[in-house]
């Protein structure tokens, strides 16, 4: 079993659709970052979060680190949201090394 | 604008060759890291470096080569010992060792082995 699970694993949404991804991790972490990797490869840090809530335009980050869990919340959803969108964490044991999940490729249909 | 560059974009390699994959970035940021991503897979970890002249093997390191000789530089060699190297590569870098700090990445170099 991964020590970071994303579901969905693809997820596909018409315009303007509210779409929420997930993740939950087995391990106890000091950081949980959201990434999004569009075709062609980049990836773009979209939130950090270590507690609580965080907003950015369009895209609600949560995390609730009792029950090891956060969502990814895209409102009013768009096709130039269409993208793989990664959970990574980074685990309190003392390494420095993230641990990510496999990946939700989200397609936006106009 | 600060920001981590990779090149080259393309790279193809024939079988017995090594290369070397440039990253650089001008973030002021301690830790390095260099991933493989496959279709499919997580990113899977290469080798990692926090400081300059200090690098760890990551879970896939074998094949590979670093060295971090300046702050801003981590070039990866894919040896010929790389069995399968044709993949997708991913050089990052992080604000602050070991802490929760902003996590940034390059466009990536995609080597192909011919």
């Known amino acids: 079993k991964n020590e970071v699970e994303q579901s969905p694993q693809n997820l596909t949404a018409q315009e303007g659709e509210f779409i929420t991804i997930n993740c939950s991790y087995s391990?106890?972490?000091?950081?949980l970052h959201w990434l999004q990797q569009h075709p062609g490869g980049g990836i773009v840090s979209l939130f950090m979060?270590?507690?609580g809530k965080k907003k950015h335009g369009r895209l609600i980050a949560t995390i609730n680190i009792q029950e090891k869990h956060s969502s990814l919340h895209i409102t009013a959803s768009h096709p130039r949201d269409s993208a793989v969108y990664i959970c990574a964490v980074l685990p309190t044991s003392g390494t420095y090394k993230y641990i990510f999940g496999t990946g939700t490729r989200l397609k936006v249909l106009a | 604008d600060g920001g981590i560059t990779q090149s080259p974009k393309y790279l193809f390699r024939k079988e017995g060759q090594n290369v070397t994959l440039s990253c650089e970035q001008n973030?002021?940021?301690?830790?390095m890291y260099w991933y493989r991503q496959d279709p499919g897979q997580g990113l899977r970890l290469i080798y990692y470096s926090q400081i300059v002249n200090d690098f760890q093997k990551g879970d896939i390191a074998e094949g590979y080569s670093v060295s971090r000789e300046k702050k801003e530089s981590f070039p990866l060699t894919v040896t010929s010992a790389q069995k399968n190297p044709t993949a997708f590569y991913l050089c990052?870098?992080?604000?602050?060792?070991?802490?929760?700090?902003?996590?940034?990445f390059g466009e990536g170099s995609r080597l192909t082995v011919l």
């Open positions: 979060l270590s507690s």
């Open positions: 990052a870098s992080s604000s602050r060792t070991g802490y929760a700090g902003e996590l940034f």
């Open positions: 973030l002021n940021h301690d830790a």
């Open positions: 391990v106890g972490i000091s950081a």
